[in-house]
């Protein structure tokens, strides 16, 4: 099982980038998939997460508005669109996925499969 993420880059504050997460190796059929990050010097923090179906999702107060998660089963791709973009996003990105059974979607240790991270960065 792989999950690959990439997208990341520099961006001015208030742009945008678009992350990607490709899945491979197996079906994630009723799986939970979402987005989690590591500023530097800080701990791994929710971010946003997406259903198998894509009908609910979830986010972080410090992003709803400004991000938004969707996914492509038919890809087996996640994507996390981030608009209007500050210094406190930069982080690490990660991507993961877990089963929806009896899942806490804000918490990292529910999650079974992580991608390797992307970095984003948000400077002037």
């Known amino acids: 099982v792989q999950l690959q993420a990439s997208g990341g880059g520099l961006v001015q504050p208030g742009g945008s980038l678009e992350l990607s997460c490709a899945s491979s190796?197996?079906?994630?059929?009723?799986?939970?998939m979402a987005w989690f990050r590591q500023p530097p010097g800080k701990e791994r923090e929710f971010v946003a997460a997406?259903?198998?179906?894509?009908?609910?999702?979830y986010y972080a107060d410090s992003v709803k508005g400004r991000f938004t998660i969707a996914r492509d089963n038919g890809k087996s791709t996640m994507y996390l669109q981030m608009n209007g973009l500050k210094p406190e996003d930069t982080a690490v990105y990660y991507c993961?996925?877990?089963?929806?059974?009896?899942?806490?979607?804000?918490?990292?240790?529910?999650?079974?499969?992580w991608g390797q991270g992307t970095l984003v960065t948000v400077s002037s």
């Open positions: 993961a996925t877990g089963s929806y059974s009896g899942i806490n979607v804000g918490r990292a240790r529910d999650y079974t499969y």
């Open positions: 190796g197996r079906s994630f059929s009723n799986y939970v």
């Open positions: 997406i259903s198998w179906s894509g009908t609910s999702t």
